[in-house]
Every structure is written in C-alpha cells, then in structure tokens.
T-cell receptor, first 117, second 113 residues
C-alpha cells in the first residue's frame, strides 16, 4: 500500500490564484480530512469527510472547498489564494471515525508546503 | 468550543530517563484521545490512543494516562532515546457528533545525550 499520498510537495502561488491540492489513499478508509499547520501551532481542521459524497466543515473552512466523489480521493481547492493561506497542508485518513480498537488510527500524508505571495 | 492545550512547549530530557508530556482538554464529553509524534518535515505519526472508558493504556515504551475528572491526559515515554526527539501532539475527538479532531499546540521533546 502507498498509504496517503499528497501532491504537490511544494507550491508557490500569487494572491488570487486558485489551485487544487491532491490527496489519495489506497486503504479503503471511510474518513478523510485536511489540516493546515502554521509555525508553532498544532494542526487545525479545514474540512473532513466520513464517506464518499459526504463532507463537512472543520475549524477553519473559509477560502477552501472539498469534494469526495470516490472513497480514495479527497482534493482540497483554494478558491482565491491569500497570503494568510501560506501554510503546510496535511491530508489524513482513517478506517472509521467510530471506535474500533486500533482501527481509528489516522494516517497522515507527507504534507504540501504552500506559499502565497 | 472544544480547546486542547499542552502544558509545556519544550521538554528536555536526559537520554535513558522517562519523559512525561501533558495535555488538557476542555470538553468533558470528549471520548477519544490520540497522541501523535511529528518529526521535522514529516506528517504526524500515530503513537497510541485511548477511549474515555479507560484510564490507562500501554504500548511499546509508551503509556497514556487519562484523568477524566480533571480533563487531563499524559504521555509517558520510558527510557527516552535520541530517536524520540520530535514534537508531540495530543488530539481529541469531540463527542458532539461532528467527527472533528482538535489538536493541541505540541510539545517539542529534546533528548540530551
């Protein structure tokens, strides 16, 4: 298994540009989520999905859109990039959101480092 | 809303000693807690988890303790090794039915040779 993959690894955007961060998992996980991590801070939840066709907002959803058309893919779209969106973005997945012993482990991707000028 | 805080931003420990990293949460209805390790330039890595119907859970060299009365959990690392140097986060799954994980700000563990 490749686990959770994210592309690109690095990206530089100009203010106002749009782009999509890709996330895929090959573990047939129900739950997928996107986080951003800013220096000296923990991870903040942007959006999450509990299954194909189902998405919901996290703590900091403004400026981002998501969709979940398949179990495997969960892309994050920046609609109009702003310097405040400069951050490292992590995608994560887990088998289920419900307690099933060790099956709740969230697997994280390697991250995308985004700079908005 | 739910908040999660860590008690110390940095913890320095002598190699071979035990490390204790603490975390406090605000929502007494939270029912699932996870500790993650994050090495520089990498994504967080699952260490150990615990559910609210448990007080203690042990893994390999790690133990998580949960005190629901004071809404506090801790991660204990036995015989700390240089490879344990990283940032450690606790995460709490809110019990509001919205399936949101809230992360603390992290404690950087430095292992001194």
């Amino acid at each position: 298994n490749a686990g959770v993959t994210q592309t690109p690894k690095f990206q530089v955007l100009k203010t106002g540009q749009s782009m999509t961060l890709q996330c895929a998992q090959d573990m047939n996980h129900e739950y997928m989520s996107w986080y951003r991590q800013d220096p000296g801070m923990g991870l903040r939840l942007i959006h999450y999905s509990v299954g194909a066709g189902i998405t919901d907002q996290g703590e900091v959803p403004n400026g981002y859109n998501v969709s979940r058309s398949t179990t495997e893919d969960f892309p994050l779209r920046l609609l109009s990039a702003a310097p405040s969106q400069t951050s490292v973005y992590f995608c994560a997945s887990s088998y289920s959101i419900h307690w099933r012993g060790g099956y709740n482990e969230q697997f994280f991707g390697p991250g995308t480092r985004l700079t908005v000028l | 809303g739910e908040s999660v805080g860590l008690h110390l931003p940095t913890l320095s420990v002598q190699e071979g000693d035990n490390s204790i990293i603490n975390c406090a949460y605000s929502n007494s209805a939270s029912d699932y807690f996870i500790w993650y390790k994050q090495e520089s330039g990498k994504g967080p890595q699952f260490i150990i988890d615990i559910r609210s119907n448990m007080d203690k859970r042990q893994g390999q060299r790690v133990t998580v303790l949960l005190n629901k009365t004071v809404k506090h959990l801790s991660l204990q690392i036995a015989a700390t090794q240089p490879g344990d140097s990283a940032v450690y986060f606790c995460a709490v799954l809110t019990a509001s039915g919205t399936y949101k994980y809230i992360f603390g700000t992290g404690t950087r563990l430095k292992v001194l040779a």
